[in-house]
């Protein structure tokens, strides 16, 4: 079921959704100073490809840093994309199918505001880090 949903996915936003936040990773990178928020989009747009069958979870050591580099993301793009996941979301549970589409693009919403001091793993290695109830 993951297989057909992250196809399904892939063709109704998940590909444009990925270019653009490799795109963002791009233009992050170009700068030395950006380079964490050229990974976290990077990151992000990985997640964004095949989202269904994968969690975000807390990465073990962020410290201060990375709360930082999240309250600058929050402040210059991390509003604007949460923004934008919301209204595709709407738009996507407006047909049957798209219900699981948008409740995906609502699992975007929280790495999106703030992707530093996260990782992205397949829910059976969730299921290592944190046990089987998360």
């Given amino acids: 079921m993951r297989l057909i949903?992250?196809?399904i996915w892939l063709v109704f936003g998940g590909?444009?959704?990925?270019l653009g936040y490799f795109l963002a990773g791009i233009i992050c990178c170009i700068l030395i100073i950006t380079i964490p928020f050229g990974i976290a989009s990077f990151r992000i747009g990985v997640y964004a490809l095949w989202p269904f069958g994968k969690k975000v979870i807390d990465k073990p050591g962020a410290g201060a840093g990375a709360m930082l580099g999240n309250i600058i993301w929050l402040i210059f793009a991390g509003i604007w994309l949460a923004i934008g996941h919301v209204i595709t979301a709407i738009a996507m549970a407006v047909t049957i199918i798209g219900i699981p589409l948008a409740i995906a693009n609502i699992k975007l919403i929280p790495v999106s505001?703030?992707?530093l001091g996260k990782q992205i793993v397949d829910n059976d290695q969730a299921v290592t880090y944190y046990g089987p109830r998360n």
């Fill in 5 to 7: 949903l992250n196809i």
């Fill in 15 to 18: 590909l444009w959704l990925a």
């Fill in 113 to 115: 505001l703030m992707p």
